[in-house]
T-cell receptor, first 111, second 115 residues
């Protein structure tokens, strides 16, 4: 079945540092790829998405590129802020209804 | 437009008690689902539905029942609560997932403790 592997956290960075959170997936066919973010005490919300190979999703300074050849969708940000502290989830989506999430990566940004 | 509304926000149960977690959405979404979130386990899919009258199991369905009598509502029932069901539960909805750019809308969660 489909599966997602995210880098383990917590990831602790200083403000303005560069961020990478790795995500690789296994899925039949070519899913759409999503990153969701969960701020403390809240539900998940969509951060960015890419629907086909080589597409780049971007939002709030975050970017991720759909790499079909490596089945990856790594999340990056050039300069993190304290307000980016949250849990980040990678999620490949196919048309089966069974939307599977990675285990989540906790990001802590210190001033 | 309230989005996805979950009730209650917090609940404490004793082992063996039953209860229903409520979920309602006002966006006319066909797809609804329930997840549980546990430390180190991420989000795990319990049950999902692609329309009224249609439900299916996710990764961890045991101990939970669902029904979808209307498009708007998707309640999750715990028949006989166990300590292993202590978790944070999230309901989510979307237009039908076609492998395109549909996104999930999440409720704010229900924190359940089973003693």
């Amino acid at each position: 079945g489909d599966s997602v592997t995210q880098m383990e956290g917590p990831v602790t960075l200083s403000e303005e540092a560069f961020l990478t959170i790795n995500c690789t997936y296994t899925a039949t066919g070519y899913p759409s790829l999503f990153w969701y973010v969960q701020y403390p005490g809240e539900g998940l919300q969509l951060l960015l998405k890419a629907t086909k190979a080589d597409d780049k999703g971007s939002n709030k300074g975050f970017e991720a590129t759909y790499r079909k050849e490596t089945t990856s969708f790594h999340l990056e940000k050039g300069s993190v802020q304290v307000s980016d502290s949250a849990v980040y989830f990678c999620a490949p989506t196919r048309n089966t209804g069974k939307l599977i999430f990675g285990q989540g990566t906790t990001l802590q940004v210190k001033p | 437009n309230a989005g996805v509304t979950q009730t209650p926000k917090f609940q404490v149960l004793k082992t063996g008690q039953s209860m229903t977690l409520q979920c309602a959405q006002d966006m006319n979404h066909e797809y609804m689902s329930w997840y549980r979130q546990d430390p180190g386990m991420g989000l795990r899919l319990i049950h999902y539905s692609v329309g009224a009258g249609i439900t299916d199991q996710g990764e961890v369905p045991n101990g939970y029942n669902v029904s979808r009598s209307t498009t708007e509502d998707f309640p999750l029932r715990l028949l006989s609560a166990a300590p292993s069901q202590t978790s944070v539960y999230f309901c989510a909805s979307s237009y039908l997932l076609t492998g395109g750019d549909e996104k999930l809308f999440f409720g704010s969660g229900t924190q359940l403790s089973v003693l």
